[in-house]
């Protein structure tokens, strides 16, 4: 089956373009370093000919609101319109557990615009939330930094591996469309605050993690269960401290 992904030369893309291809699909990867790009809408009839599902992984270079909402009402129409032109059969793209929680967060709303689009386009689809990234976890850092102290509240998270998203993913396109979401995560349950302070710990890394109710997430207040997932939500086998021993 000819599988596009789109972002396939980033972090889960790379990961997803690899498991694809080891279980007998043709995975072909899409990104503006290939000759494609969404924005534009350069390549995309072209490496969609034949495609049988479109994965979308992409993500916004900026995380600047009007540009985060930009890029993902741009690329997702002209993704939607040549995937209809293709006779693509299933639609998969990469979402976030809580998306529509934290209307706040300008990130968040970029991609509950998405979302919106994918579901009115009248394509097979399917929309894979997944939690936060252990990948991600000094970038969380890094943008809750002030004069060397990090703020963040307890509220929790069950982050998960970025190869066990790619694998997620990947049975997600492998099957048959579910015109839904459904919901990835870790199998452990942290404060955020733990969590990183946990990770720049395993680092060496001397900031403080000081616990703040009041700190924000990415522009957002977060209650306890804002970036929970729901009852059914398929569990990823890797544990922080086995990500971690790996790095």
Do not use: C
């Amino acid at each position: 089956m000819k599988i596009v992904v789109i972002g396939g030369t980033g972090l889960i893309g790379s990961k997803l373009v690899a498991r694809l291809g080891e279980h007998g699909h043709r995975a072909v990867p899409a990104a503006p370093s290939t000759g494609v790009n969404t924005l534009t809408g350069e390549g995309l009839k072209e490496v969609l000919a034949g495609a049988e599902v479109l994965v979308d992984v992409s993500n916004s270079p900026s995380f600047a609101d009007d540009d985060v909402m930009k890029f993902f009402r741009t690329s997702t129409t002209n993704l939607l319109a040549a995937a209809s032109e293709a006779g693509v059969g299933h639609y998969v793209a990469l979402s976030v557990v809580g998306t529509r929680r934290l209307p706040e967060s300008g990130y968040l709303r970029a991609k509950v615009a998405q979302e919106e689009l994918i579901e009115g386009s009248g394509l097979p689809y399917s929309l894979v939330h997944a939690t936060q990234f252990f990948e991600f976890a000094v970038g969380i850092a890094d943008s809750a930094t002030t004069d060397g102290t990090v703020r963040l509240p307890g509220a929790g998270v069950q982050p998960m591996a970025a190869d066990d998203v790619a694998a997620a993913v990947g049975r997600t396109a492998g099957g048959t469309p579910v015109n839904g979401a459904v919901e990835i995560a870790g199998p452990e349950v942290f404060g955020l605050d733990q969590w990183i302070r946990t990770v720049l710990t395993a680092r060496s890394d001397p900031r403080e993690v000081v616990t703040d109710p009041q700190a924000r997430y990415f522009g957002a207040v977060l209650e306890q269960q804002s970036l929970l997932p729901g009852e059914g939500v398929q569990v990823g086998p890797t544990r922080l401290s086995e990500w971690l021993a790996s790095q």
